[in-house]
Every structure is written in C-alpha cells, then in structure tokens.
C-alpha cells in the first residue's frame, strides 16, 4: 500500500510540476560536472576537448521544454542573459588560452512570434580571420567574439533590434568593452546597425580598448534613455593611438537615445545611485563634551545657501599665497602689513627700540 501511494506522488507530482523541470534539474547537475572538468583543464588541448562535450550537452539541455525560462543558477561562469521583452536569451562563456587571449562561445534562443516556438542558433568565433574593430554588418559565422552583459531592446520601425553591451579581455595587455546591434533576417541572426550617431559618422558598433590595468564603466541607464560610459584617454599625449596605455580620466560620455537612433552626448553628468536618504556623522555634544552618532539627509548643501548651516557665508579656496600656515606667506603678510603702516624710514630706526635716531647737535 505504501508503494502505490509513493509512485502514485511521483506521478502526481510529474503532472503538476511538469516532467521536463526534473529533467532540466538533472541535466544542471550534469553540466555543473562538466563545466568543473572545463575550468579544471591546464593547456589548450585540454580546455578545447572538455569544452565540445560541455557545449553538445549544454546546446541539448537548451532544447529541452521549458529550458528558456530555466534559470540555469548553477553554471556559474556561464552567462544567461535575458532581454526584458522576453524574447531573447543569450547564453555565453569565454575560455581563456594560455597566451592570455580568450575563445568564445554563444547559443541566442529567440521566440520565432509567428511559429510561435524557441528558435536556435550559434554565433561561432571568427576573430582570428576578423580586423581588430570589425566595422561591417557580421554573419553568425563571423563573429568577434565576446561575453554580453546586457540586451536593450530597441524598436525599429516594423521590427525590434537588440542592442548588446559586452566585454571582451582581448589579450594581457588591454580589455575592450563594446556596444553592438543584434536583429534577426528571418531566424538568421546579424550583428552590426548604423544607429551609432557621433559627431564624425555613424557607426554601426562602438569598441573601447583600454589599458589592463584598469576598468571602464559601461551600462544601461533605463531611467535616462542613455548607456553612460567612462571617457577614455592616453596616460601621456604621446601614448594617442596605442590603446593598452588609455585609462578612465574621469569624465563621462553616454549614448542617448532619440527614435531608433543612439546619440553621442559628451561630457555628461554621471549621477551617483543607490545612495541613502540619510547618512550617520559622528559629533561632539557641545554640553557634555562626547562624540556622539547623528543622522543626517545624505546631500549637498551649498554652503553659500542663507539656510546652510554655516549661514550662508562663501567659501574661499585657501591657496598656498593665503595660508596662514605658510611660514613664506606669514613673512609676505608681515611684509605687507610693514610697508602699509609703517612709513617711517627704515634706516632711521634705531635697531633695538624701532623708535626714530635723533641726531644730535654738536656743540660749538
């Protein structure tokens, strides 16, 4: 009797939750192995091997119902990016050889609106035969390869693109984070749109190669309509051109969107989110003498505000000239003060007193 009650949950649990769940559930455990065996690999013989039977199985798990809306939480280093429409998914992960380059690897699975079903594809990593900055419009076969990190849908006309934001760590010198368009002919997947307007020319993809040393910001603002990104620039003037040597130089540039087009708008205030309404100082109590924890609102007060609390007073800039610290700028001051209030002769002085030498007569 206990048997038939136990097979008689199984059965009813397969209905309601769905045979393929369990079946996906078994099949993330198999590639959590598999994907270990990859990353465990030392040469690139090694790496290349375990990764065709990490990607075979990993391209059949994706076919399986309901696999893209799976969540697929386990395989850490492998990306599975939504886009918000829901009609996108790119899954992607990078292998980095041992001369420090990458290999990359990318399955999209798109809703096919009128077959109303998951179409397949695969974009294969052609970098080898590609210029450093492709600047054409790319076939799935001949792609540059990279990891994405996030999809903007864009509405263009009777169709949606996808613009992709991405990264790619290109070799142990410099890192490129990237902006391109991904839209479908059919079910064939191409890369590359001219909807980067700058005030040169319209680009049809955006690289930004910097130097390894340092990171770039580069992300979607869904609140601005805008990706925002670090301004790049030489370390030196004579370093323009030789990207491994550019940097962050703390100004910001952003794309912005206007109809189906991404705008360049240059020197664009970053603004900081996520910070709290309020913040914790620490104080002294002016009756008792003890530091104590206070809140305040957590933002700028112009201090030539009346309500400020310093009442509205200017704040001046010290500058060395004007530091009362400043052992030359006591003696200028001194200086200064002498030759305005005083304007007795200097060699008149008597050199103990500072008072006037009076001459005195002689007698005849």
């Given amino acids: 009797m206990k048997q038939l009650i136990i097979l008689f949950f199984i059965f009813f649990s397969s209905k309601v939750f769905g045979l393929s769940d369990t079946s996906l559930v078994v099949r993330e455990n198999k590639l959590v192995e598999l994907l270990a065996n990859l990353r465990a690999s030392i040469t690139d013989d090694e790496k290349s091997s375990n990764n065709l039977i990490f990607k075979e199985y990993l391209f059949e798990t994706l076919q399986q119902n309901d696999a893209f809306k799976y969540p697929f939480s386990k395989l ?63 076939e799935a076969h001949n792609w540059y390869g990279a990891l994405y990190y996030k999809i903007i849908p864009v509405d263009k006309g009777s ?81 323009k051109g030789f990207y491994s040597f550019y940097v962050p130089d703390l100004s910001y540039d952003a794309f912005v969107l206007e109809g189906n087009k991404w705008i ?65 700028a006591q003696k200028n001051e001194m200086d200064k003060k002498a030759s305005k209030h005083d304007k007795r002769d200097p060699s008149n002085l008597n050199s103990t007193l500072g008072q006037n030498k009076h001459r005195r007569r002689r007698k005849s």
């Fill in 76 to 138: 850490k280093s492998v990306g599975f990016v939504d886009s918000p429409d829901g009609q996108l998914r790119i899954v992607n992960w990078n292998i980095e050889q041992a001369d420090e380059t990458q290999k990359y690897y990318c399955y999209l699975m798109h809703v096919d609106s009128k077959k109303k079903k998951v179409e397949y594809s695969e974009l294969i990593d052609n970098s080898f035969m590609l210029p450093p900055r492709p600047d054409g419009i790319l």
């Fill in 264 to 328: 360049l708008k240059e020197d664009v205030v970053a603004v900081n989110k996520g910070i709290a309404e309020n913040t914790s100082v620490y104080v002294q109590n002016e009756r008792n003498g003890k530091v104590e924890k206070k809140e305040i609102k957590n933002k700028w007060i112009n201090p030539s505000d009346e309500k400020s609390p310093n009442g509205g007073s200017v704040h001046i800039a010290v500058t060395p000239e004007k530091d009362i610290q400043n052992p030359i």
């Fill in 159 to 239: 169709k949606i693109v996808y613009t992709l934001l991405g990264w790619d760590g290109n070799s142990s010198m410099s890192t490129i984070k990237l902006i391109d368009v991904l839209y479908f002919s059919g079910n064939a997947p191409k890369l590359g749109s001219p909807i980067f307007k700058t005030k040169e020319m319209t680009y049809k993809r955006m690289f930004y190669e910097h130097s390894k040393k340092t990171t770039m910001s580069l992300k979607y603002e869904e609140e601005y309509d805008r990706i925002i990104f670090d301004h790049l620039s030489p370390e030196a003037p004579n370093l």
